[in-house]
């Protein structure tokens, strides 16, 4: 009977094989979480977009419950979050700053113009090392902040209506 | 004149030899060095040193920062791996989680040569003695 | 209306695949040559309509077709001729098509160059083969349809991916797949030996000429795929142990051990279990492969592609092809006996532990490979595994295997007596060590890892050579002649062992010595690296059939000889805004020069990258020796005799 089960050992390992691809076809290899999660939000003082010679410091935020949505006009992936984020603007009640990601600010300036401005500040981040203390390595990205400046929750791509309604927004409702 | 023809050739010959990219070659070899080991996050299947993304070139650009700062390549690694997390080492660190990546190698090779070696004294024994070495090539 | 019969082959294909596996399992279980010979000839029509399907899409490529979705997106009127060929594989439909094409060329030769096998074998053997076309043509019909209408038809194609336009691309993936779905025959080998019990050292002779094949065109079509990488990609590397070139290396590794214990269970009808799984792991690997690739389960540098239901369907007939192997191997293996005797020190035993070597690094590719899956599946964080990884653990588990090689040549079969091994080999050994410690210093560096990987190159190249040498002294006749009439299996494993050291002293020197320069270059400046001097003479504009292209100019120039152009190139494909990089290479025995052009840093000046790397041919030279010693191997008259006789 040992030796029997014996020549059953490449079966049962091809078995645990085949559960953990069935699990993995779930899985995006790309999506990288993010370790800042439940760590204090990088402090940063960046230039705003609209008045260069005015700073907005992220401790400003202290006290509230915000989204930084990490953007560029060069992102197409950024233009097909843009409508949501100006439904967001409108329906949830928590300040959207927006940080324009390694862009010129004649070009995001011209977007905003032309699709609207969903933001309550943007900052710019010409040389992306704002985005390098967040952990960018693709935008859009947008963090949940709690009142204490800590990141809650980080959404890779550009937010979903899914990722709204399941996490963002009961999210956002109990930090509140 | 000619003399000073000379000296312009030799001056301009100075001029046109093409610069390093660097301002510093030892940190250039660092920067080498470490971002072999670093996966690019854009492009995924790259190391840092290879790519030529935007976010590799930002991410060499601040690690010649921090070397210029005197940071070890331990606290630069450390440094990276906060913001993105391990997933840019492309040497896994040792920790329980992959103990068994790193000791699984050593300890398939041992489980095979010693199943191969019972396997054959074993087999030797069971089997009747009829063996002439044979010439075949 | 081509499209059309393309599409309407297949489906004919498929149903003669079910009945080309039916009919042969049939016609074998109640021994009925009229079954048995139906299975047959649906197996030669199921070839006939797969490549009607196959040269339909070609024509569709030919034509520029833009309403067939699959020829829209992956071409268009500009593509050259031979990329049009090419795209026919681009993508993920076509290159399905030619897995399965490439396997309906295997059953059809199978068909041909079976006759002498017993009929029940020959035809459960066609049957296996059956069932595994039948379970790709489903695949294609029901999710990858590469004749997919797309109406309104488009005006002008997308273009194949400009990464794969490249000369590189039109043999890499189809010799490539020759290797991969050609161990889908000692697969069948296997499952057909198994159901019928007809396990012995026969059977390991039919098997390992099949195996040999696959495993020549497996070696070939990887070393295509790493000089690829090494020109096309920029970066000078020739393996990034990236999830797809893993793929392909894992039944390689198990193909190669696969070749080696075949030869002990021909000599000694010993260790046939162990042959039989071996078969059915080489070929499982390569649907594994497949699986990843297709299944974007793991990320890849080769962007194909990948969507999680076809995924599912791969994997649910991964589970039932394999799983059903290994379940009758469960069944059949503990009523197989054991064989004939050989000491515990023999040729025999080498081949053995060369097998323990291959499956084990196999293992470790495995591991590496799929172990940021597993943490990712148990929700333990996400890591990467790349090449430090692999360069760290693989090296010493293939040591052992270079060294058990140089033994292995000069053992016996049947016993060797290790005393007499070890007088006999001491030359050998201090002539390595002596030469392998001595080279470094003269290149003019001495590096302890380097003087490693020479001993193993040394070792294997010496060892080789002292057996070379006894078998001359035996024989009479002129030198020449002596080293011609070896017999052509012994030929062949020289070789093929030489060609493994001329790889390692590529891999050994290139990575040793390699140099690399990051430079900022403007027109006229110039830069010493080595013994050369490398001067920008500016760039150019020039346009190719399908791209825009910035040409660099570069004099490269030593104390003697004449000098060298470089032109490197960085492209533009209309359709696809992000700019290629064509690296130039002057390419020599004992060096590469290799120039390629990075990004403009301002108007004039530009980023160039340059890389001196020696003896970096040797490292394809090395494999092409490898495939080149199966194929004398192949000539071995003792596989035709014995075919003839089983014929008779």
């Known amino acids: 009977m040992k030796t029997q089960l014996k020549y059953l050992i490449p079966f049962v390992i091809f078995l645990m094989l085949i559960g953990f691809f069935l699990k993995g076809l779930n899985l995006d290899p790309r999506e990288v979480p993010s370790p800042l999660i439940n760590k204090p939000a990088p402090m940063f003082e960046q230039p705003l977009l609209n008045d260069a010679s005015k700073t907005f410091s992220s401790n400003s935020m202290l006290g509230q419950v915000w989204l930084l949505n990490v953007w560029a006009s060069w992102c197409t992936a950024c233009r097909d979050e843009h409508p949501l984020l100006m439904a967001m603007s409108q329906q949830i009640d928590v300040p959207i700053v927006g940080i324009d990601y390694k862009d010129t600010n004649p070009e995001a300036l011209d977007v905003l113009s032309k699709l609207g401005n969903p933001y309550s500040a943007v900052a710019t981040d010409v040389e992306g090392r704002v985005g390098i203390d967040y952990g960018v390595y693709g935008v859009p990205e947008t963090y949940l902040i709690d009142k204490e400046g800590v990141i809650r929750y980080k959404q890779i791509g550009p937010i979903t209506v899914a990722a709204l309604q399941e996490k963002i927004i009961p999210m956002i409702k109990g930090l509140k | 004149m000619k003399r ?47 790519s030529t993304a935007p976010l ?39 920790k329980s989680q992959t103990a068994l990546l790193w000791l699984g190698p050593t300890v398939m090779l041992i489980i095979g040569f010693v199943v191969l070696w019972v396997t054959l004294r074993r087999r030797n024994k069971t089997l009747p003695n009829d063996y002439e070495v044979a010439d075949e090539i | 209306m081509i499209p059309e019969i393309g599409h309407f082959s297949l489906i004919l294909a498929l149903v003669l695949a079910i009945a080309q596996s039916t009919f042969s399992f049939k016609g074998a279980s109640s021994n009925q040559p009229v079954f048995m010979s139906a299975g047959l000839s649906a197996a030669r029509g199921q070839f006939f309509f797969v490549s009607i399907a196959f040269i339909s899409l070609g024509y569709a490529f030919y034509s520029s077709d833009f309403s067939v979705l699959y020829v829209a997106s992956n071409s268009n009127f500009n593509l050259p001729i031979q990329y049009k060929l090419a795209a026919i594989w681009g993508g993920h439909e076509g290159s399905m098509l030619l897995w399965t094409a490439t396997l309906s060329l295997w059953t059809m030769a199978v068909t041909i160059f079976s006759q002498h096998l017993p009929a029940q074998f020959r035809a459960r053997l066609i049957g296996t083969m059956g069932l595994i076309t039948v379970g790709f043509l489903i695949f294609i019909l029901f999710s990858s349809n590469p004749f997919e209408r797309l109406i309104p038809a488009a005006l002008e194609g997308r273009s194949l991916n400009p990464l794969l336009q490249d000369p590189g691309m039109v043999f890499h993936p189809p010799v490539l797949y020759m290797g991969y779905v050609g161990f889908s025959v000692a697969f069948a080998f296997a499952i057909a030996a198994l159901l019928g019990g007809e396990l012995n050292p026969e059977w390991a002779r039919w098997t390992r000429t099949w195996t040999t ?37 894992m039944p390689w590794l198990v193909g190669t051990a696969l070749i080696h214990s075949l030869a002990v269970t021909e000599k000694r009808d010993a260790f046939k279990m162990w042959t039989v799984l071996l078969a059915i792991f080489a070929f499982s690997l ?86 940021p899956l597993f943490l990712d599946a148990l929700g333990m964080g996400k890591i990467s595994v790349g090449p430090p990884y692999f360069n760290t653990v693989f090296v010493p588990v ?20 290790l005393p007499s091994l070890i007088s006999r080999l001491k030359w050998a050994f201090i002539i390595s060590v002596v030469t392998a410690i001595v080279t470094p210093a003269v290149m003019g560096q001495w590096k302890p890892m380097v003087s490693l990987g020479l001993l193993m190159a040394f070792w294997i190249i010496t060892t080789a050579m002292v057996s070379l040498y006894d078998y001359m002294v035996a024989g009479s006749g002129n030198l020449i002649l002596r080293v011609i009439r070896l017999p052509r299996a012994y030929q062949g494993m020289i070789l093929a062992h030489l060609g493994v050291a001329v790889f390692i002293v590529g891999v050994t020197l290139v990575g040793g010595y390699g140099l690399e320069q990051d430079l900022r270059m403007s027109p006229g400046e110039k830069v010493k690296v080595d013994q050369f001097t490398f001067q920008f003479d500016g760039v150019t504009q020039t346009a190719g059939p399908n791209y825009m292209a910035v040409r660099g100019h570069f004099t490269v120039s030593k104390s003697q000889g004449a000098p060298i152009i470089l032109e490197p190139e960085k492209r533009s494909y209309q359709e696809d805004s992000m700019p290629m990089t064509e690296a130039a290479i002057e390419t020599g025995l004992m060096k590469d020069l290799y120039v390629s052009l990075g990004e403009p840093l301002n108007s004039e000046a530009w980023a160039v990258r340059i890389y001196i790397k020696p003896f970096v041919q040797w490292i394809w030279f090395g494999c092409f020796m490898m495939a080149g010693g199966g194929i004398l191997a192949l000539f071995d008259p003792r596989y035709r005799r014995k075919n003839k006789k089983a014929l008779g």
């Open chain 2, 4 to 50: 000073l023809l000379a000296l312009f050739l030799l001056l301009l010959s100075l001029a046109l030899n093409a610069e390093s990219i660097a301002s510093d070659p030892l940190v250039e070899a660092r920067l080498k060095s470490l971002s072999q080991e670093l996966r690019c996050l854009v492009c995924q299947n790259q190391t840092l040193a290879d």
């Open chain 2, 56 to 94: 590799a070139e930002d991410l060499r650009r601040e690690i010649r920062e921090l070397i210029a700062k005197g940071m070890t390549d331990e606290e630069i690694t450390n440094y990276l791996v906060a913001r993105y997390g391990d997933f840019v080492r492309y040497r896994p660190p040792f």
């Open chain 3, 213 to 249: 094949i696959a495993w020549i065109f497996l070696t070939v079509g990887i070393a295509f795929g790493s000089k690829w990488a090494y020109y096309e990609l920029g970066w000078g590397g020739w393996w990034f142990w990236d999830a797809v070139e893993n793929a392909s290396f």
């Open chain 3, 286 to 371: 390569s649907l594994l492969g497949t699986f990843l690739v297709r299944s974007g389960v793991l990320t890849s540098v080769h962007a194909f592609a990948s969507d999680p239901t076809r995924g599912l369907f791969i994997l649910a007939f991964l589970a039932i092809v394999i799983g059903g192997a290994l379940i009758l191997f469960a069944i059949r293996a503990p009523k197989v006996g054991l064989g004939g005797k050989f000491g515990v020190v023999s040729r025999e035993s080498f081949l053995l532990a060369n097998n323990v070597v291959m499956v084990v690094a196999c293992g470790v590719v495995m591991l590496g490979t799929l172990y």
């Open chain 3, 398 to 417: 293939m040591a052992p295997a270079f060294f058990l090689m140089g033994l292995a040549i000069f053992s016996r079969w049947k016993n060797t007596e």
